[in-house]
């Protein structure tokens, strides 16, 4: 079975920074996407950030950009996302998915599809 291993949660104050992971296991990045969701207590899960590994294309929901990176490394099978000058509101537990399809949509954020991989959870907790 395909199996997302996500990792790099905890605990940080407003404006620090926590680097999340996604290691992949029986299951190459190489001819797909990788994405980001995040759902927060009594919100919808959201997508954050996704990449076209095969062209290197990177999207970003509006209220990440420029504070998040998202990349990969395939010779490690890993997907990062790189959250800077985090805010209390970027507070939830952060998931990663393969198997989707992103594309960049006219509100300078992004189209996806439902992932066919999950990941389990990591919790991203950002204090005011």
């Known amino acids: 079975d395909v199996q997302l291993q996500a990792s790099g949660g905890g605990l940080v104050q407003a404006g620090g920074s926590l680097r999340l992971s996604c290691v992949a296991s029986?299951?190459?990045?190489?001819?797909?996407?990788i994405g980001w969701f995040r759902q927060a207590p009594g919100k919808e899960r959201e997508g954050v950030s996704c990449?076209?590994?095969?062209?290197?294309?990177?999207y970003y929901e509006t209220s990440v950009k420029g504070r998040f990176t998202i990349s990969n490394d395939n010779a490690m099978n890993t997907v990062y996302l790189q959250m800077n000058s985090l805010k209390p509101e970027d507070t939830a537990v952060y998931y990663c998915?393969?198997?989707?399809?992103?594309?960049?949509?006219?509100?300078?954020?992004?189209?996806?599809?439902?992932?066919?991989?999950w990941g389990q959870g990591t919790q991203v907790t950002v204090s005011s």
């Open positions: 029986r299951f190459t990045f190489d001819d797909h996407a």
């Open positions: 990449i076209s590994v095969p062209d290197g294309r990177t």
């Open positions: 998915a393969a198997d989707l399809w992103c594309r960049e949509s006219p509100s300078g954020s992004y189209y996806y599809t439902e992932p066919g991989y």
